[in-house]
């Protein structure tokens, strides 16, 4: 797996997404962002066997009464250092996939860890605008209190009608936070991370 690592540029998921197509948000029914009620849901564990055993019930629960934006199981060990672990990129039961966007999930729940990417440092003033809204708490959860060192977290993007269920298949988590999303925040995230990943890739290509 890739690793964000504070003031370094790394990889952050277990396929380079800078050589795949590019990174973009993946929904159910390719509604637009703005039919969403988006709301970020992080659950947080003291281990990671936990966190990938309720992701693999999210997961399972996903159907016509559970429909999942996008979602990443991350840990983070006692130096900092953050690994994605699994991403919601698969197909689910019944067909449903959850959807993909690492860079999209991590931009709404704490844009200063994008900020240490290749996708993050091409998008580098909206990752400010972010940046900001974070530090004055009007997005994404505080790190030290629901991602510290030493622990594990499920972060899923949602419409805020699923929270309940969503709620219920993280059931192993030692605390939780549910925030709404700005749905211009989500749109400009997503268009800019989809445009960022096609420029390194096309740099790399070329």
Do not use: C, W
């Not at 797996?1 to 380079?16: D, F, K, P």
Request: cysteine-free; aromatic content about 6%.
């Amino acid at each position: 797996v890739g690793h964000i690592l504070a003031g370094h540029s790394e990889t952050y998921g277990h396929r380079n997404p800078y050589t795949s197509k590019p990174m973009h948000i993946e929904t159910l029914k390719e509604k637009p962002m703005d039919s969403y009620n988006l709301a970020l849901y992080v659950a947080t564990y003291a281990d990671a066997t936990s966190a990938r055993a309720d992701f693999e019930t999210l997961k399972g629960a996903e159907g016509d009464d559970l429909e999942v934006v996008a979602a990443v199981v991350m840990s983070r060990d006692a130096d900092g250092k953050v690994d994605i672990l699994e991403e919601g990129n698969e197909e689910a039961a019944g067909g449903a996939v959850i959807g993909g966007g690492i860079g999209f999930v991590v931009g709404l729940f704490a844009p200063p860890l994008l900020a240490a990417t290749a996708i993050g440092a091409g998008i580098g003033g909206l990752l400010g605008h972010l940046s900001m809204k974070h530090e004055k708490k009007e997005l994404g959860a505080d790190l030290e209190e629901y991602f510290p060192p030493d622990s594990s977290a499920v972060v899923v993007i949602v419409d805020d009608k699923y929270l309940d269920r969503v709620g219920a298949a993280l059931d192993k988590a030692d605390k939780n936070i549910s925030k709404a999303i700005d749905a211009d925040d989500a749109d400009q995230l997503e268009k800019a991370i989809s445009k960022s990943a096609t420029d390194v890739s096309d740099a790399i290509e070329g």
